[in-house]
């Protein structure tokens, strides 16, 4: 009797199946246990893709953030006296050259240095930008939401969140800062030490950056460091950061033959690379974590077949083909494939989209101390949902749950049905 593929009876037939007890000859348990074994491994997979997405575009943007997507220095050289030369002179011109590059969203002179910082009998590094105060006003993650009032920069410095948590810091505060490199006598240089009021306290998000980073007016920078009508680099922020190489032949040309380039990809290329393959590492994981929840379709129908070969020859025997029976047994696995893939997918996504109460709880359960800033660089576990992620996953477990439901069907197709009854 020839019908139509996947037919209504052939859909009643299988749901029955699907539904029928351990005493009518069916194995609703070993059923429930593929849906759930699936549900958990879709849920995985799509977690762990979040959160490693999540985790990328946090990286990316606390350095996009807080950091120059190009930077624009120069090897140095000697003068005729045989002192060195380092940074350049007609700062102001090179940054207006650069500036007028296709696609350059800002250029700003820098003066750097390191030095020690200490308050309330508290020491540590310091890392400090000399920059202007307009410009430090036009970093996303530093000129707006902070502690303080970015308009005084002038009269004082710019602090990371952390190094005032760590000495203990308010706004109006005072913090020494020592260089080495300091006021030059006729005895040499002695260390230069200066007391400013923080009229401002940032978070760019990263707590490498809060722990050490300090801001101070550019003219005061060059005082500081001895770098007077100097400036050691010019910091350059362009449109599509994550396209950068494509702006480098312009800005080359337009720092001149002593300028070098310097991107956010050549400082954090190497742990993105490791991300990626990471990232793939633990797809595949995941992947063969899938496939084991989906084998366990194949033990179901081949229990299914089983205890159903009575059934098979009566159907084979009322004239339903090969075609029939491997149908309807391709629904009872295909079935059970879609439904844990769905369930896992709504449990994946939630997960995302509701991580921080998540991972509160957790962490509230656990006593604290679930996630170490200081080891892993961001304040919270993120994560960002994305299709291409939810779609990879739903397509690898719909896609081993078809194909692996396949034989078991195909052996229940095949079922002599004379040898099916001969028992019976």
């Known amino acids: 009797m020839a019908t139509r593929p ?6 009643m037939i299988a749901w029955r199946y699907l539904r ?21 491994a879709v849920f995985a997979l799509i977690a762990t893709l979040a959160v490693r997405s999540g ?19 120069t090897a140095g ?18 940054s207006q050259r650069v500036a007028q590059v296709p696609g350059v969203t800002r250029a700003a002179p820098l003066v750097k240095g390191q030095v020690m910082a200490s308050a309330n009998e508290i020491s540590g590094l310091g890392e400090v930008f000399g920059i202007r105060a307009e410009d430090l006003r036009a970093i996303p993650s530093v000129g707006s939401g902070g502690e303080g ?8 410095i710019a602090i990371g969140a952390q190094m005032a948590r760590d000495m203990g810091l308010r706004v109006g505060d005072r913090l020494r800062l020592t260089s080495a490199n300091g006021v030059r006598t006729a005895f040499g240089t002695s ?26 007016p550019f003219a005061e920078a060059q005082s500081f460091f001895n770098r007077e009508g100097f400036a050691d680099e010019v910091e350059v922020m362009v449109q599509d950061p994550e396209q950068v190489d494509r702006y480098l032949p312009d800005l080359a040309q337009a720092a001149g033959p002593d300028g070098l380039l310097w991107t956010w990809r050549d400082g954090a290329g190497s742990f993105l690379r490791a991300l990626d393959v990471e990232d793939n590492v633990m797809f595949v994981i995941l992947s063969i974590l899938v496939l084991i929840a989906t084998m366990n379709i194949v033990s179901g129908l081949i229990m299914l077949v089983k205890n159903k070969g009575r059934d098979i020859g009566i159907l084979r025997t009322m004239g339903l083909t090969e075609g029939s029976i491997l149908r309807v047994f391709f629904i009872c696995g295909a ?7 769905l369930c896992g997918v709504i449990l994946g996504c939630l997960f995302a989209v509701y991580i921080d109460p998540i991972f509160s709880a957790v962490n509230y359960i656990s006593g604290g101390g679930v996630w170490d800033p200081e080891i892993r660089g961001i304040y919270h576990l993120p994560a960002k949902l994305q299709l291409g992620d939810v779609l990879s996953a739903v397509g690898m477990s719909l896609g081993l749950s078809f194909v692996i439901t396949i034989f078991p069907a195909r052996r229940a197709a095949r079922m002599n049905p004379v040898e099916a009854l001969r028992y019976e």
């Open 77 to 94: 050289g000697m003068n005729a006296d045989g002192t060195e030369i380092r940074g350049f002179s007609d700062f102001d011109a090179l």
């Open 149 to 156: 009032d970015i308009g005084r920069f002038d009269q004082g």
């Open 335 to 341: 079935g059970t494939g879609i439904v844990g893939t």
């Open 191 to 216: 260390p230069r030490v200066n007391a400013y009021e923080v009229v401002y306290i940032f978070s760019a998000g990263r707590y490498d950056i809060d722990k050490v980073r300090i801001y101070m």
């Open 20 to 40: 029928a007890r351990r005493a009518e000859g069916g194995v609703s348990v070993m059923t429930w246990i593929s849906l759930v074994g699936i549900t958990l």
């Open 6 to 11: 996947f037919a209504g009876f052939e859909w």
């Open 55 to 73: 985790f990328r575009a946090e990286f990316v943007d606390t350095i996009l953030g807080a950091n120059a997507h190009v930077t624009v220095y």
